[in-house]
Nanobody, 128 residues
Framework: QVQLVESGGGLVQAGGSLRLSCAASGHTFYMYDMGWFRQALGKERELVAAIRWSGGSTYYADSVKGRFTISRDNAKNTVYLQMNSLTPEDTAVYYC?????????????????????WGQGTQVTVSS
């Protein structure tokens, strides 16, 4: 089990940028695929981006491709989400989550039910 704490959310104007951080506890961070999810008011939670334990594979939802970048620093037990060209449609609570890495495959985890540890969330609000 890993404890996750997000930071970096806030209010930004459309077209602006934010960088979210998620700090993980423990010494086995490198054994987890990490994902960033978001949930807007009245909508279902969705996977925004994910990154394999090694950083060698990433996934992005179509809605954020070319604008968001997920990265990780295993030495710092931290995963990041750089968000550029933000629009009001990006307004949501953003959560980071951890999934035990499956070392038999090369891609990262994209199935929500495989993510077993979650942060408390950080609010991102984009004004028009």
């Amino acid at each position: 089990q890993v404890q996750l704490v997000e930071s970096g959310g806030g209010l930004v104007q459309a077209g602006g940028s934010l960088r979210l951080s998620c700090a993980a506890s423990g010494h086995t961070f490198y054994m987890y695929d990490m994902g960033w999810f978001r949930q807007a008011l009245g909508k279902e939670r969705e996977l925004v981006a994910a990154i394999r334990w090694s950083g060698g594979s990433t996934y992005y939802a179509d809605s954020v491709k070319g604008r968001f970048t997920i990265s990780r620093d295993n030495a710092k037990n931290t995963v990041y989400l750089q968000m550029n060209s933000l629009t009001p449609e990006d307004t949501a609570v953003y959560y980071c989550a951890a999934a035990s890495a499956n070392f038999d495959r090369v891609d990262t985890t994209t199935t929500e039910h495989e993510y077993h540890d979650w942060g408390q969330g950080t609010q991102v609000t984009v004004s028009s």
